[in-house]
């Protein structure tokens, strides 16, 4: 029978103009690239300059999207960005973004899961495409880390980067197989007990400032393989893929080893990763599109590839997406 899933139908993404290597930091941190690259893999991040937001970025992406998908911005009736470091407490940087964008119809709001904004906010699109509420949707990571990292704190401050990454999802009728393309499946999670691990130490109910983040590194770590390997087999048993099906793994960059312990206890083969955390560091939300964007514009994404997302952060919150590209 057939059925409504949300295909891919372009790809955008911005990054500040200002890039920052490990050795620039190690001017003013007490930190080296040795370090840096060692534990984490990361070899420089783009940090914002002023008058680049998490809006700005975002528009920029989402514009790049527009055109790849050739589509008018008009058409779009559904906007949702991931993001942990909006303009504002409110309103959601979803709805400057569509002013930005000219769009004046539909809906457009934040949804914010940290890390795991790209991953919850396809999710959530994709639910509201499949109820025929609405027809296309912009879907957007964007982030500014830099502006809640303590920079006197080195365990946390050398991880993090800025940029947006967007993607343009189309409702579409497809015979309703999982050689569809589009969105097949997603699962989301979170729990809330471990709040502390990986946090900010402000906001406007408690402190009424923006706060820094603060995170237990190790334990971070210790838990995100797990579930990340946990919500990554769900979804592949849900439609009954093994993990040699799949052709492109876009992990949430936070941490190379991260990655290469899930992809290895997975069984994921090295050369179908996508990895972008050396020249973007973590940019939260927006570290998926950003790695797709890499991975589409040099040719190995293709139309009709098999590509598991996966992401996990803050709360802790994770989840993994299939769609057929
Ligand atoms: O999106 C999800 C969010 N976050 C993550 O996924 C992060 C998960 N965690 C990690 O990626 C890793 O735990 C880190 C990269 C944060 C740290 O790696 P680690 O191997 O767990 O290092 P560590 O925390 O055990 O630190 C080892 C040493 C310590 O020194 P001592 O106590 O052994 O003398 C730290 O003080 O490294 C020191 N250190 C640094 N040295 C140079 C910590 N930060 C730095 C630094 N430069 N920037």
New binding site residues.
């Given amino acids: 029978m057939s059925e409504t899933r949300s295909v891919v139908l372009g790809i955008g993404s911005c990054l500040p103009r200002n890039v920052v290597t490990n050795d620039d930091l190690a001017r003013k ?4 690239d040795e ?2 690259a060692q ?2 893999g990361i070899r420089q991040r783009y940090i914002a300059e002023d008058g680049e937001t998490t809006v700005t970025l975002g528009i920029e992406a989402a514009r790049n999207a527009l055109a790849a998908a050739q589509v008018e911005a008009s058409s779009v009736d559904l906007i949702v960005l991931g993001t942990a470091t909006p303009d504002n407490t409110f309103p959601a940087s979803a709805v400057a973004v569509q002013a930005g964008l000219g769009i004046t119809g539909g809906a457009a709001f934040d949804v914010q899961a ?2 795991s904004g790209f991953v919850y906010g396809m999710t959530t699109a994709d639910a509201l495409l499949r109820t025929g509420a609405f027809k296309r949707a912009l879907v957007i990571g964007s982030e500014t880390f830099s502006r809640i990292l303590d920079w006197s704190d ?6 993090f980067g800025d940029g947006a990454g967007a993607v343009v999802l189309d409702a579409q009728t497809q015979p309703g197989t999982r050689e569809d393309r589009g969105i097949l499946i997603s699962r989301l999670r979170s729990d809330g007990r471990h709040k502390q691990k ?1 946090f900010v130490d402000g906001g406007p109910s408690t402190t009424q400032t923006v706060g820094h983040l603060r ?1 237990e ?2 334990a ?2 210790r838990h ?1 393989v797990a579930m990340i390997t946990g919500v990554v087999e769900e979804s592949l048993a849900a439609t009954g893929y093994t993990v040699d099906d799949i052709d492109w793994f876009v992990p ?1 960059q ?2 190379k ?2 990655i290469d312990d899930s992809a290895h206890k997975l069984g994921v083969a090295p050369e179908k990763i996508v990895i972008t955390v050396d020249r973007h560091g ?1 940019t ?1 939300a927006a570290s998926i599109p950003l790695a797709l964007s890499v991975a589409v514009a040099d040719g190995r994404i293709k139309k009709g590839d098999l590509v598991l997302l996966e ?4 709360g802790f919150t994770w989840g993994a997406v299939l769609l057929r590209w």
């Fill in positions: 941190v007490d930190t080296s370090w840096i534990r984490s940290v890390c080195r365990t946390t401050c050398v991880l990986l995170m590194g190790k971070v770590f995100a949430h936070a941490n080893r991260i973590n939260s992401a996990m952060g803050g």
